[in-house]
């Protein structure tokens, strides 16, 4: 089963940056669109990129998307962190069956 | 403006089957397929499947495969999720979302299912 791998957390501090990687587990994550979602306590996800490096309208420009195929990797970038950006941070693709698959998920700190 | 309003929080006894319903309102149901996640405490995202409000075609994770069951009423804008035999690991928040290529652009708020005895 294809699956995506993140880390458990990491934190910053505000100002800085920080990236947060997706490993696929098989195949090329580059098959499939990679979407990145915010989600704070107690409120549904929301989407911060779309299909590897598209910004939904309103998002701002210090989230940024990447993929690298040789790791086989997706990556999220923040840059000029701020504290409203610590959350929880999904990324998502598809099987090669086009099912979904979610990352377990990053919980961002900002200190 | 697009919203995605689901029924409200449930108690079910193990066994039982639950249906959560997912109404669509702001822009033409039969446009975009209606994807389902669900979240237990504390847990990640987990996707169920996907449906076709316009066909209502369906397709299931192999986890849930035999045990979902996603329709909709396409005179209501209502989608809808059935999970049938309910275990304890079956508690969580279930998100109904709206898919218009690859990505969840809206979701709905979230319904809590509780499975106790």
């Known amino acids: 089963n294809f699956m995506l791998t993140q880390p458990h957390s990491v934190s910053e501090s505000p100002g800085k940056t920080v990236t947060i990687s997706c490993t696929g587990s098989?195949?090329?994550?580059?098959?499939?669109?990679v979407q990145w979602y915010q989600q704070r306590p107690g409120s549904a996800p929301t989407t911060v990129i779309y299909?590897?490096?598209?910004?939904p309208s309103g998002v701002p420009d210090r989230f940024s998307g990447s993929i690298d195929s040789s790791s086989n990797s997706a990556s999220l970038t923040i840059s000029g962190l701020k504290t409203e950006d610590e959350a929880d941070y999904y990324c998502?693709?598809?099987?090669?069956?086009?099912?979904?698959?979610f990352g377990g998920g990053t919980k961002l700190t900002v200190l | 403006q697009v919203q995605l309003v689901q029924s409200g929080a449930e108690v079910k006894k193990p066994g039982a089957s639950v249906k959560v319903s997912c109404k669509a309102s702001?822009?033409?149901?039969?446009?975009?397929?209606i994807n389902w996640v669900r979240q237990a405490t504390g847990q990640g995202l987990e996707w169920m499947g996907w449906?076709?409000?316009?066909?209502?075609?369906?397709g299931y994770a192999q986890k849930f495969q035999g045990r979902v069951t996603m329709t909709r009423n396409t005179s209501i804008s209502t989608a809808y999720m059935e999970l049938s035999s309910l275990r304890s690991e079956d508690t969580a928040v279930y998100y109904c979302?709206?898919?218009?290529?690859?990505?969840?652009?809206?979701w709905g708020q979230g319904t809590l299912v509780t499975v106790s005895s």
């Open positions: 098989s195949g090329s994550i580059a098959s499939n669109y």
């Open positions: 449906m076709n409000p316009n066909s209502g075609n369906t």
């Open positions: 702001g822009y033409t149901f039969t446009s975009y397929d």
């Open positions: 299909e590897d490096n598209q910004r």
């Open positions: 979302a709206r898919v218009p290529h690859h990505y969840f652009d809206y």
């Open positions: 998502q693709s598809y099987d090669s069956s086009k099912r979904g698959v």
